[in-house]
């Protein structure tokens, strides 16, 4: 234990010094460090931190867990120190930027990864991370991604951490035109998963659409819905008919001799695998996985079964059947819908084709089961760019093709120089030249928003990323850096401790942050809210008050 002043929070006191750099606590002595007056020191604020942002604890788990080690703290207090954490993070990471920069180029530089994330009409956190360390660099919550909103963002990052080697980002037109503006002749890389899924939405989403729409409008779904409760209420789920079905599943031959509730559980067992259509999605999402067509393939297919199958009577009974009969009755306007047939095998033509440049690009691959995680397999740059080059010439061979995917040909034209990256070369600290390959996908920053999400998700038990983005500081995503061993070091600039770095912080600069951050979360009613929304309001509230001046 030392004795240090951290007027922040009041006057001298006891910091407990943790031996683990990334802030692990043994200690239970931390009622110590609650002195006269009520404020917190520094192991309070850091234990209070790691908590919510690192642990991904609620305040009321946080507040136990200081309960336990007799610290009466409430749940408004820790949200407070809460921000307070990451005021004293963002500080002693701006001042460690220089040593920062350093440590980038002796691994040869950084590649820069850029992205947003936003729900709703909440902010856009958009982070700048190195590609090569896994290091975020910069955050900034922005009202959108347009380009006079990125530009000093990426001067900032140009100006603390020097040009990077590489950028790698998705396709949107703010992002690309601010990219153009400060990092001219810097390679510049479209990420190949993001490409692959704007031309999939291009080429697919019309009839997709128009696909969702014609199920909703023939009500398949509430239908299949009732006839499955129906069905429930009948069958016994202890009965041994389940499993004997199970076993003749499996065997190929019937296991049972008492056939009397075969086909109700068959027709249930139907309902429930036609629902259970998001099992051939791979994890990609749409374009690449294409749920509803799956549906109503499973629609056709138990349509068929049926067809097949009613009028074979297991035992004596007339009324055996029924289950089959009804069920056939109920999906059969759907299964034999001539417009939704018509859209399917357009759809079909073209998933054809769309998952053909998949497999040129080796990324998101039909038989892939990495899902939105995939970064593409091993293939060479060079072998991509030769079987693209394939794909697009057998596009244009056939006049058919050419014209109705001439709009996927020119997004591929457009973009080309931007796909396909030479590795680059960058000297180590050893002095030696090594070739680096940019990776083909942003999704290093799409598995960290991801997180952000479940973590936040675990916290508050909410999926929703809105509110959370609309409170939330935009520094928060430093935290992420806190389990790197070389950024602990960088930032803790000799100390021992997180407690002892924080310490070494002008409080005056923390009030100034805390101030921002008072002003930037003052609430507006939410009846306000839909008010100011209205972009005629002037011309409305003068014709409302008019009326009032004329009588």
Avoid at 83 to 105: D, E, G, N, T
Wanted: charged share 25%; hydrophobic share 40%.
């Amino acid at each position: 234990m030392v004795t240090m002043d951290i007027g922040a929070f009041g006057a001298k006191q006891t910091i407990l010094h943790c031996p683990h750099s990334h802030g692990t606590y043994k200690s239970t002595q931390l009622q110590n460090l609650v002195p006269k007056g009520g404020t917190f020191g520094f192991d309070v604020v850091i234990e209070i931190g790691y908590s919510l942002f690192v642990h991904c604890r609620s305040n009321q788990e946080t507040m136990a867990a200081l309960a336990a080690k007799n610290i009466s703290i409430s749940e408004r207090e820790i949200s407070y120190l809460g921000r307070k954490f990451i005021i004293y993070l963002a500080l002693a990471h701006r001042q460690s930027r220089p040593v920062l920069r350093k440590f980038l180029m002796r691994r040869g530089g950084y590649i820069l990864h850029v992205d947003g994330t936003c729900e709703g009409d909440s902010p856009n956190l958009f982070c700048g991370l190195d590609g090569i360390s896994e290091l975020v660099l910069d955050t900034v919550k922005i009202a959108s991604e347009q380009k006079d909103k990125l530009v000093p963002f990426f001067k900032g990052i140009q100006k603390h951490y020097g040009e990077p080697k590489a950028l790698v980002h998705d396709m949107g037109k703010g992002i690309l035109n601010a990219v153009a503006e400060v990092f001219p002749g810097t390679p510049d890389f479209i990420c190949h998963f993001h490409f692959l899924r704007d031309i999939g939405k291009d080429l697919l989403n019309n009839d997709y659409t128009a696909l969702q729409k014609r199920l909703r409008k023939l009500k398949i779904r509430p239908t299949l819905r009732r006839r499955a409760k129906y069905l429930e209420q009948k069958i016994n789920p202890d009965c041994h008919d389940i499993g004997e079905i199970i076993e003749s599943l499996q065997s190929g031959k019937w296991q049972t001799s008492n056939f009397d509730n075969v086909p109700l559980i068959t027709a249930y067992a139907l309902i429930q695998w036609i629902f259970d259509y998001p099992n051939e999605s791979d994890g990609y999402g749409f374009p690449f996985d294409h749920a509803h067509l799956d549906f109503y393939r499973r629609i056709q297919k138990v349509h068929i079964l049926l067809g097949q199958i009613k009028e074979i009577n297991l035992n004596d009974s007339a009324r055996a059947n029924r289950p089959f009969i009804q069920l056939y009755k109920a999906i059969k306007i759907t299964a034999e819908d001539n417009r939704l047939n018509e859209l399917a095998k357009k759809l079909e033509a073209k998933i054809e084709v769309f998952d053909k440049l998949r497999c040129a690009m080796r990324i998101a691959l039909p038989e892939g089961k990495n899902g939105i995680n995939d970064n593409g397999d091993v293939s060479d740059m060079k072998s991509i760019e030769e079987k693209v080059t394939a794909f697009r010439k057998w596009l244009l061979s056939n006049k058919h093709r050419e014209k109705t995917y001439k709009t996927m040909v020119a997004q591929i034209d457009k973009y080309w120089k931007k796909l396909f990256a030479d590795p680059i070369p960058v000297v180590g600290p050893d002095g030696v030249v090594r070739n680096i390959q940019p990776q083909r996908t942003n999704n290093i920053l799409e598995r960290f928003f991801r997180d952000v999400k479940r973590q936040n998700r675990k916290k508050t038990g909410m999926a929703s990323l809105n509110k959370v983005l609309q409170s939330v500081l935009a520094d928060t995503p430093l935290v992420q850096n806190l389990r790197d061993d070389e950024y602990m070091k960088i930032i803790l600039n000799g100390c021992s401790s997180l407690a002892e770095r924080f310490s070494q912080i002008d409080a005056v600069q923390v009030q100034q942050e805390m101030a921002k951050v008072v002003e930037n979360n003052c609430k507006t009613l939410p009846g306000i809210k839909k008010i100011i929304r209205d972009e005629e309001l002037t011309v409305k509230f003068s014709a409302l008050f008019s009326l009032t001046a004329a009588k």
